[in-house]
């Protein structure tokens, strides 16, 4: 079993917790170069997004691979969940490891007003 292989297997296990909470679900996914947040709903329908390639944050960085450009993510996709309403999310990883931009993008998201 090769490393994406695992990764998906992970995902897997943790999106079917996340589907008997009911609740609606961040989901990160992270490429070398870009880091991208879903809001998807019950109904497995995207509701929201934000990548370093956005707009508004695309300005406002260097680089687009690091923490702080997850930590800029994070703190955009709270302030669009906010404004649909929503403020009780649970974190999908999507199986990376909660390290690094994973950990950055969550942590600028809980500072901007989401709960895990």
């Given at each position: 079993m090769n490393k994406k292989l695992s990764r998906i297997r992970r995902s897997k296990k943790t999106r079917s917790k996340i589907?008997?909470?009911g609740v609606d679900r961040l989901?990160?996914?992270?490429t070398s170069k870009h880091i991208?947040?879903?809001?998807v709903d019950k109904d497995n329908k995207v509701i929201a997004t934000v990548s370093t390639l956005s707009?508004?944050?695309?300005?406002?960085i260097k680089s687009t691979g690091n923490c702080e450009a997850a930590a800029a993510v994070g703190k955009l996709f709270s302030q669009k969940?906010?404004?649909?309403?929503?403020?009780?999310?649970?974190?999908d990883r999507s199986g990376f490891k909660y390290h690094g931009r994973v950990m950055a993008l969550a942590n600028a998201a809980r500072e901007g007003g989401l709960e895990f």
């Open positions: 589907r008997l909470l989901s990160v996914h992270r991208y947040a879903n809001l707009p508004e944050i695309r300005g406002e969940a906010k404004d649909l309403g929503i403020s009780k999310v649970a974190f």
